[in-house]
Structure formats: structure tokens, C-alpha cells
């Protein structure tokens, strides 16, 4: 890797974390970790399948959020990573609790009004 490209990565990521960009994590197993931090987007995989995607809610309400990415499942979404940001298709979209409605697009939260 060039000194260039590795000094432009370097700032993307420090501006990515001081702007809380959400960072995609892996996680193997069943079961949710007991512990999911407000700036990690948690990919769960099983058997060398992706079936959750989990995170805290981006509002602070606290609750967590798990999302399938099993294309068998009715309604289920789309994770792509890059650079460790992750963006999900279609929109989150809370129809209990706090009723969030946001995208997120390579990490970064944009709120639908």
C-alpha cells in the first residue's frame, strides 16, 4: 500500500469516527452477543451464512435492533460493507418503541423526516 493511499485511509477513518460512523463487525453463533456497542453494526454468521444484523438504535432509546439478512425470511435486508462501513437496504423503519425511521449508508445514519 502506498504512504498516500495509507495516509487517506487513515483520515477517513478518523473522520469517520469522530463524525460516529457505524463499524461493521463480525460475530459467529446463534445467539446475539450480550453487549452491542452504540457505533457497531454486528453481522451475525452461523454455518458460514449471514443471518442478522444487529445494532443499537442510532436514536439513544437504548433498544437494540436485529435485522435478517436471510433472503429466506419474508422481510428481511441487504448488508454491503466497505471499508468496514456498512450500508443496508431498505431503510429501518421502528413501527414500536421510539418509531425511527433512518438509512444507513456506508455507516453513516441519515434520519428520514
Not at 453463533?29 to 450480550?34: C, F, K, N, Q
Not at 449471514?50 to 429466506?72: K, N, R
Request: glycine letters at 6%; a neutral charge; hydrophobic letters at 45%.
Amino acid at each position: 500500500m502506498s504512504l498516500i493511499r495509507l495516509i487517506s485511509r487513515s483520515w477517513e477513518s478518523l473522520v469517520a469516527w469522530f463524525r460516529g460512523d457505524l463499524v461493521c463487525v463480525d460475530a459467529h453463533g446463534d445467539e446475539l452477543p450480550a453487549k452491542i456497542a452504540r457505533r457497531q453494526l454486528i453481522r451475525m454468521i452461523d454455518e458460514g451464512e449471514h443471518w442478522a444484523a444487529v445494532m443499537m438504535c442510532p436514536c439513544g432509546c437504548g433498544e437494540v435492533i436485529e435485522l435478517s439478512l436471510s433472503p429466506a425470511s419474508k422481510v428481511h435486508w441487504t448488508l454491503a460493507i466497505e471499508a468496514d462501513r456498512p450500508t443496508l437496504y431498505p431503510s429501518i423503519w421502528r413501527n414500536t418503541g421510539c418509531r425511527s425511521h433512518f438509512w444507513v449508508r456506508l455507516g453513516r445514519v441519515h434520519w428520514v423526516p
